[in-house]
Nanobody, 125 residues
């Protein structure tokens, strides 16, 4: 499975961006898809996830109410709509995929099998 993330850029605080992550293969609908982010010197941080079955979503407390994760199985794409952006949201954002990850592990980056290349989001104050 190959993941290609896009949509990052420079935005002012309070603005919005939508990230996209497109995957190869015909089994996209069977994968749990997640977004993580990372700043230099820090560990990769969980942002949001959408499950394969039922499409249930989960968010980190820091983005809940501002970010929305969604998926389009027909397009093999997962999205991250980011609203009310803050300077502390500045990071490289990565999409990740896994088929068998269990609910209690969805926030653990090291358990995801597939990763995109990352897209940089910079929020200016």
């Amino acid at each position: 499975v190959q993941l290609q993330a896009s949509g990052g850029g420079l935005v002012q605080a309070g603005g919005s961006l939508r990230l996209s992550c497109t995957t190869s293969g015909s089994t996209f609908s069977s994968y749990t898809m997640a977004w993580f982010r990372q700043v230099p010197g820090k560990e990769r941080e969980f942002v949001a996830v959408i499950r394969s079955t039922g499409g249930r979503t989960y968010y980190s407390d820091s983005v809940k109410g501002r970010f929305t994760i969604s998926r389009d199985n027909a397009r093999n794409t997962v999205y991250l709509q980011m609203d009310s952006l803050r300077p502390e949201d500045t990071a490289v954002y990565y999409c990740a995929a896994d088929r068998g990850i269990i609910l209690s592990s969805i926030r653990r980056a090291y358990l995801y099998d597939y990763w995109g290349q990352g897209t940089l989001v910079t929020v200016s104050s």
